[in-house]
């Protein structure tokens, strides 16, 4: 990211470190990390690492990526694997978009490709089967091209008003569950990812003129003789890898202890970029406080031609442009709301298709404690009445109420709003109302501690719930989760 140029901390490789390549080095990952959370590099078990050289080109047909991109995979689970599935979401239909592969290798071996679910997702099938324990290399080389003023998916994956926004642009190894792999495919509203925990290395070559803002931290920027530069960015442990680049961005920046908080925006919109940064601020300093502290080194704010209010990111979340001109309290929720995605989806994951509920009424909940930790309890209960439950009444004026726990699929876009953020949400204000405030924070902080940098599901989210509240929630949620008509 631009800004302050951190370069990884160096250490005395051992005899089997010093072989690696930089990308496969724990070590490397350190530059996106504060120095109090660099110990949980090491408690990763055998994550995915990528390695992606990626360059952009921007010309009459369109902005498009020309990447070469590594993969080491560890097979995590009890079984032999004989192919590995990735994830091509700019070969969703409605983005516009399309990836293409030139090369796909495995350990210098090409590979037979398996396409699924519309071409977004690819089985690559392995030369020999791969035990539990064992690692492989994927080897692929594909161009990307990128739509220009498609607001499908919410825009994230788009080229409008100067602005590129380059979401899920690599291919992203799939979760494999025990007895295939996750392909579930969200409908153009929701969010389409759900992946484990990563490292990612990405070195991305651009017009020298402009601003590349990624997940995670730039370790060297490099000026090129034709007139580009080369980003070197490192993630921390991050289920993505999000870029946005402009030769438009201005930005501004604070603190928040030793973490570094950026805002980017339009010149124009000045005034609001700055108000936006001490909302950032403001927010990670409460969420701290409240569930635990953030591990990486950077946090961005990023105005963005998006179609949603908001969109979050692994050390990244970006706000709605036109927000930016209108200002307001609702400019300020959802600055709030998608700072608390850092906790929840980014260091919590959960299947974001099938059970959008974990981190959407949890994270839509816990703007509360922004509001109560920047102004007081009074503020934090109307603006949760007028921005989280009145949505909820909006489908129980309409005879619209639904089951909480469900996919994205099952809901229109209306509803999807409606029940995900608006009842489940409210579920865990009733949660608070009889757990305690007390309680109710041990057990967002023992959910946290628990499962930070896993998978969470429903399950987990209950046991832990009632093992620090101490009480049987069973009832409650049956009540407000997987059942219509409750009672406000």
């Given at each position: 990211m631009p800004g302050v140029v951190r370069r990884a901390v160096a250490r005395e490789p051992t005899a089997a470190a010093a072989q690696l390549p930089p990308w496969q080095e724990l070590n490397t990952y350190r530059a996106a990390m504060l120095a109090?959370?660099?110990?949980d590099l090491a408690t990763l078990d055998r994550p995915t690492l990528y390695h992606i050289v990626a360059r952009l080109t921007l010309d009459d047909g369109g902005p498009s990526i020309s990447a070469v991109q590594d993969t080491r995979y560890t097979n995590r689970s009890e079984s032999?694997?004989?192919?590995?599935?990735?994830?091509?979401?700019?070969?969703?239909?409605?983005?516009?978009?399309?990836?293409?592969?030139?090369?796909?290798?495995?350990?210098?071996?090409?590979?037979?490709?398996?396409?699924?679910?519309?071409?977004?997702?690819?089985?690559?099938?392995?030369?020999?089967?791969?035990?539990?324990?064992?690692a492989v290399t994927v080897h692929m080389e594909y161009n990307v091209t990128v739509p220009v003023a498609n607001a499908r998916g919410y825009g994230t994956f788009n080229s409008q008003d100067g602005v590129l926004l380059l979401s899920n642009f690599f291919a992203i190894a799939a979760v494999w569950e025990g007895?295939?792999?996750?392909?579930?495919?969200?409908?153009?509203?929701?969010?389409?990812?759900?992946?484990?925990?990563?490292?990612?290395?990405?070195?991305?070559?651009?017009?020298?003129?402009?601003?590349?803002?990624?997940?995670?931290?730039?370790?060297?920027?490099?000026?090129?003789?034709?007139?580009?530069?080369?980003?070197?960015?490192?993630?921390?442990?991050?289920?993505?890898?999000?870029?946005?680049?402009?030769?438009?961005?201005?930005?501004?920046?604070?603190a928040v202890g030793f973490i570094r908080v950026n805002s980017y925006y339009l010149p124009e919109n000045k005034e609001a970029g700055e108000a936006i940064l001490g909302y950032a601020r403001d927010a990670l300093r409460a969420y701290q406080q409240s569930f635990g502290n953030y591990p990486f080194a950077e946090l961005d704010v990023v105005a963005a031609p998006i179609s949603a209010g908001g969109m979050e990111y692994p050390g990244l979340v970006m706000i709605a442009e036109p927000y930016y001109k209108t200002g307001g309290e609702y400019f300020e929720f959802v600055a709030a709301h998608e700072v608390a995605h850092q906790w929840w989806y980014g260091l919590v994951g959960s299947d974001q298709v099938n059970e959008p509920w974990l981190d959407e009424s949890l994270t839509n909940f816990s703007t509360v404690y922004?509001?109560?930790?920047?102004?007081?309890?009074?503020?934090?209960?109307?603006?949760?009445?007028?921005?989280?439950?009145?949505?909820?009444?909006?489908?129980?004026?309409?005879?619209?109420?639904?089951?909480?726990?469900?996919?994205?699929?099952?809901?229109?876009?209306?509803?999807?709003?409606?029940?995900?953020?608006?009842?489940?949400?409210?579920?865990?204000?009733?949660?608070?109302?009889?757990?305690?405030?007390?309680?109710?924070?041990?057990?967002?902080?023992?959910?946290?501690?628990?499962?930070?940098?896993?998978?969470?599901?429903?399950?987990?989210?209950l046991r832990l719930a009632e093992d620090t509240g101490g009480q049987d929630v069973t009832d409650l949620y049956q009540d407000w989760v997987l059942s219509a008509h409750t009672k406000l």
């Amino acid at each position: 990211m631009p800004g302050v140029v951190r370069r990884a901390v160096a250490r005395e490789p051992t005899a089997a470190a010093a072989q690696l390549p930089p990308w496969q080095e724990l070590n490397t990952y350190r530059a996106a990390m504060l120095a109090s959370a660099v110990g949980d590099l090491a408690t990763l078990d055998r994550p995915t690492l990528y390695h992606i050289v990626a360059r952009l080109t921007l010309d009459d047909g369109g902005p498009s990526i020309s990447a070469v991109q590594d993969t080491r995979y560890t097979n995590r689970s009890e079984s032999a694997l004989s192919s590995i599935f990735f994830r091509l979401f700019p070969n969703k239909p409605s983005y516009g978009s399309e990836l293409t592969f030139r090369r796909v290798t495995v350990d210098g071996m090409e590979a037979n490709l398996e396409f699924q679910q519309e071409r977004t997702a690819v089985g690559v099938n392995l030369p020999q089967a791969l035990q539990a324990g064992q690692a492989v290399t994927v080897h692929m080389e594909y161009n990307v091209t990128v739509p220009v003023a498609n607001a499908r998916g919410y825009g994230t994956f788009n080229s409008q008003d100067g602005v590129l926004l380059l979401s899920n642009f690599f291919a992203i190894a799939a979760v494999w569950e025990g007895r295939g792999w996750n392909l579930s495919l969200a409908p153009d509203y929701g969010d389409p990812v759900f992946a484990e925990t990563s490292l990612c290395f990405l070195e991305l070559t651009v017009p020298q003129i402009m601003t590349v803002v990624t997940s995670g931290s730039t370790t060297g920027k490099r000026e090129n003789q034709d007139g580009t530069m080369t980003w070197t960015c490192v993630s921390g442990p991050m289920r993505d890898m999000m870029v946005v680049t402009s030769d438009r961005f201005t930005s501004s920046s604070t603190a928040v202890g030793f973490i570094r908080v950026n805002s980017y925006y339009l010149p124009e919109n000045k005034e609001a970029g700055e108000a936006i940064l001490g909302y950032a601020r403001d927010a990670l300093r409460a969420y701290q406080q409240s569930f635990g502290n953030y591990p990486f080194a950077e946090l961005d704010v990023v105005a963005a031609p998006i179609s949603a209010g908001g969109m979050e990111y692994p050390g990244l979340v970006m706000i709605a442009e036109p927000y930016y001109k209108t200002g307001g309290e609702y400019f300020e929720f959802v600055a709030a709301h998608e700072v608390a995605h850092q906790w929840w989806y980014g260091l919590v994951g959960s299947d974001q298709v099938n059970e959008p509920w974990l981190d959407e009424s949890l994270t839509n909940f816990s703007t509360v404690y922004y509001y109560e930790n920047t102004y007081d309890r009074g503020r934090a209960d109307l603006v949760f009445k007028n921005y989280v439950q009145s949505r909820y009444q909006v489908a129980r004026d309409h005879d619209r109420d639904a089951a909480v726990n469900q996919p994205v699929a099952a809901f229109s876009p209306e509803d999807y709003g409606y029940i995900v953020y608006g009842k489940g949400a409210v579920f865990f204000y009733r949660l608070r109302e009889k757990l305690g405030d007390e309680a109710m924070l041990a057990f967002l902080r023992a959910y946290l501690q628990d499962r930070k940098y896993k998978l969470s599901t429903s399950a987990d989210l209950l046991r832990l719930a009632e093992d620090t509240g101490g009480q049987d929630v069973t009832d409650l949620y049956q009540d407000w989760v997987l059942s219509a008509h409750t009672k406000l």
